[in-house]
């Protein structure tokens, strides 16, 4: 089952507009290879994205390489 990590945005992602980024890890902790995903303040379909960004039931089974998702809002 994959864990919910919940961390405020970085600096970074402040200042280009973003409000939320969601990152499936291995780890507790993003690497420097992930795959960030992240939502803009002026996307259009902004809360969608996100709804489908927390939603990683997808990933509860066996075989799956992902242990958390580290949401960043």
């Known amino acids: 089952m994959v ?11 402040k200042e280009k507009g973003i409000i ?4 499936l890890s291995p780890n507790s902790y993003e690497l420097s290879d ?3 995903h992240e939502v803009k ?3 259009e ?3 969608k994205m996100i709804e489908r960004l927390t ?5 509860n089974h066996r075989n799956c390489p992902y242990n958390y998702n580290i949401i960043r809002q």
């Open 20 to 23: 939320f980024s969601s990152c």
């Open 34 to 36: 992930s795959v960030i």
């Open 3 to 13: 864990r919910h990590i919940y961390k405020k945005l970085t600096e970074e992602q």
């Open 55 to 59: 939603n990683d039931k997808f990933f």
């Open 45 to 47: 379909d902004k809360w």
């Open 41 to 43: 303040k002026n996307d």
